[in-house]
């Protein structure tokens, strides 16, 4: 993978703009920040997980020309296990142009931090502590943070009010915590908290984490 791309993904946040003319017609850059060319063109860049594809980001830029109009998509793009959350910007520059102009606002979304730690292959969660928590667990836990009582969360989530509280106890040890109580403390101060916006789907355990973007809405 380029240096380049390396750069781009780790300090754009800081450093580098996302900023060219997109001509539809040719389906090039007639001028762009390396960032952006490299985004919207580079084959490395298309085969990392992502929400939206090249040929979705084109569609868009050509209904823009059609209606001489603007749009802002929200984009989610994997890189070095970390997601990064874009609006990318798309407005008409007159005849087959458009204006292109994206910003990183990964550091507005908590979401991004944990769902980055969600283990592949395992479908854990992993902890700073070294100990971490399976989608079952997880389930249970966004449930509770929703003010579900453990009837409730059983009758959800389609199982026994004691599997319930296995699961909870399984968190408890996940998070070291002795108390439910203490477990919610832990969760507000560390910054699971934001789990609660993740949409879960109790019926498919193994969702992936671009599954898991897909479902967010901005």
């Given amino acids: 993978m380029p240096n380049l791309l390396n750069l781009f993904l780790k300090d754009l946040p800081s450093k580098e703009l996302l900023m060219g003319i997109f001509d539809v017609v040719t389906e090039s850059f007639v001028d762009a920040s390396p960032a952006a060319e490299l985004l919207f063109t580079s084959d490395e860049v298309s085969a990392l997980p992502q929400t939206i594809s090249i040929e979705q980001h084109l569609k868009s830029a050509l209904e823009v020309v059609d209606e001489k109009s603007a749009c802002t998509d929200i984009a989610w793009i994997k890189y070095d296990n970390s997601w990064h959350k874009l609006a990318i910007t798309k407005a008409y520059a007159g005849m087959s142009r458009v204006l292109v102009i994206g910003l990183d606002i990964t550091h ?111």
């Fill in 108 to 218: 507005l979304d908590p979401r991004a931090e944990w769902l980055a730690r969600i283990n592949l292959e395992s479908q854990r969660l992993e902890l700073d502590n070294g100990n971490s928590f399976s989608f079952d667990e997880f389930a249970v836990l966004h449930l509770l943070l929703k003010g579900y009582q453990y009837r409730q969360i059983a009758e959800q989530l389609k199982v026994s009010p004691k599997t319930v509280e296995y699961r909870l106890a399984k968190l408890k040890i996940a998070l070291e915590a002795e108390t439910t109580t203490e477990l919610m403390l832990k969760i507000a101060s560390s910054g699971l908290i934001h789990l609660v916006t993740v949409p879960t789907d109790p019926d498919n355990p193994a969702m992936t984490e671009l599954e898991l973007y897909k479902k967010i809405k901005g």
